[in-house]
């Protein structure tokens, strides 16, 4: 099972490919977008890098990996749903790590979760996924609040196995999980 194109109501979600590289250097080269993941803009080299592991991330599992999200023929970011993986994912066959990325100016525009809750669907009634869980930063409001409007509910606070290079302001009050089933997916919505 190949990565599909993905649909929604306003977003065109492709597979990730090497014709997506400036994209994403134009999205990682922002600090305000990167604040949380990184602490700073990351330069072309370092992206070139991390496009290679994106890459290689879809490789792992049939059907998982990077998105790249367009509306109305715009890039507006990119969307993952990838094994576990790292100190703070054990891999558990069945669930995947869902995440985003988006360029600033479309922020607040409902896309994250939009994009979220289509990756969502489709790990579950497509891939047969049974958990999807998202992680980031505890003082991460505006990625907390996008985990919540996808569906997904707090499951923990931990502190993160991953040393930072240099420490992120705001690391040393945790991480956050987040989390939803197949089973309360598939629960019809009151």
């Known amino acids: 099972m190949s990565q599909p194109m993905l649909y929604t109501e306003r977003l065109t979600l492709v597979p990730l490919g090497d014709e997506h590289l400036e994209f994403e250097i134009e999205l990682d080269s922002d600090p305000e977008v990167m604040r949380y993941l990184t602490g700073r803009a990351l330069p072309r080299d370092e992206v070139d890098q991390a496009h290679r592991r994106r890459l290689a991330a879809a490789r792992e599992v049939p059907g998982l ?25 054990p891999e558990v066959a069945g669930e995947a790590d869902l995440g985003y990325r988006l360029l600033r100016r479309h922020w607040r525009r409902g896309y994250a979760s939009e994009g979220a809750r289509e990756l969502i669907r489709y790990g579950f009634a497509d891939v047969g996924l049974t958990r ?15 985990m919540n409007a996808a ?10 196995g991953e ?10 009050q945790g991480e956050v999980e987040y989390e939803i089933t197949r089973t309360t997916w598939q629960r019809p919505q009151t």
């Open 151 to 160: 569906g997904l509910t707090f499951a923990r606070a931990f502190v993160s």
């Open 132 to 146: 999807i869980f998202a992680q980031t930063m505890a003082v991460n409001a505006a990625s907390r609040a996008t």
């Open 65 to 89: 990996g990077f998105w790249v999200g367009s509306a109305d023929g715009a890039f507006v970011g990119w969307w993952i749903l990838r094994p576990p993986n790292g100190p703070d994912q």
């Open 163 to 172: 040393p930072y290079e240099d420490p992120i302001p705001g690391a040393e």
